[in-house]
């Protein structure tokens, strides 16, 4: 999950570098294909690392209040974003190779944008899940049954009715930041897809306006978040600590 954070941050230090290198050589061709081809893919390794916070936060909140598991929430968001991640660079490919070559960049940024659109559908996708699960877990109910033990310890049973796990101080900070980044990821892709659409010679994706306030200052945003709502010691340090506790108990 971190690396994933690095490598969408890096791809975007890489993406805006290109931008101002760009701006001072609006000639070369080099850096225009940088900024396009980084800025547009880097923020698909931001939307995997939230789709893998979220599969922590439900299995310690409880798998029961969740309509998918937390493996099928990787699977699937995973699966997703990698296929849209995938369609991204073809198209980036494409339409590159297509503006060395002086020809139409136009289907390359079709096919980018089919690749945006998969990503918005999965974070659509994705918010509709995660807020149910929200909503379940606060009001107690379950979306499905899961395996419990019974009161002897033996015996395995499938039980809606289980006690629901207290939220600490650490998830609560999580989830605030899980949905800061949701939020502005959303923002993000809404604004890709209208821009691609609009094409490359478009009034949108000539406005840097646009661009700074609804690409470059959400992933900013996002970026922050990660940082200042760091899953490290929210989420992984405090289930390294409940695992030595339970060692301890057993050791006992």
């Not at 699977?75 to 060395?100: E, H, N, R, W, Y």
């Not at 289907?107 to 807020?131: K, N, S």
């Not at 899980?178 to 604004?191: E, G, K, M, S």
Request: aromatic share 10%; proline share 4%; net charge neutral.
């Amino acid at each position: 999950m971190i690396p994933s954070v690095f490598i969408g941050n890096f791809g975007e230090t890489v993406g805006w570098s290109g931008r101002f290198w760009s701006s001072k050589n609006p000639g070369l061709l080099d850096p225009y294909l940088m900024q396009i081809t980084c800025t547009i893919i880097a923020p698909s390794f931001m939307s995997a690392a939230n789709f893998t916070i979220l599969g922590y936060i439900i299995r310690r909140l409880g798998t029961q209040y969740s309509r998918l598991s937390p493996r099928w929430y990787l699977i699937i968001f995973i699966g997703l974003d990698v296929a849209s991640l995938t369609v991204q660079a073809i198209g980036g490919a494409k339409a590159s190779g297509a503006a060395q070559n002086d020809e139409d960049a136009g289907p390359g940024g079709r096919i980018m944008l089919y690749g945006i659109v998969t990503q918005m559908i999965a974070l659509t996708a994705y918010v509709a899940l995660g807020t149910e699960f929200i909503v379940r877990y606060t009001l107690n109910k379950p979306a499905r049954a899961i395996a419990v033990q019974n009161t002897q310890g033996s015996d395995v049973t499938l039980d809606e009715k289980v006690s629901r796990p207290a939220i600490d101080r650490n998830t609560k900070l999580m989830l605030l930041g899980l949905i800061i980044n949701t939020v502005f990821l959303f923002i993000r892709a809404i604004y890709r897809t209208i821009e691609l659409n609009d094409g490359w010679d478009g009034s949108i994706i000539t406005n840097q306006a646009l661009f700074n306030w609804l690409d470059g200052m959400p992933i900013t945003v996002c970026t922050y978040t990660f940082n200042l709502f760091h899953p490290g010691p929210l989420l992984f340090r405090q289930n390294q600590r409940e695992q030595s506790e339970e060692t301890k108990e057993i050791d006992a």
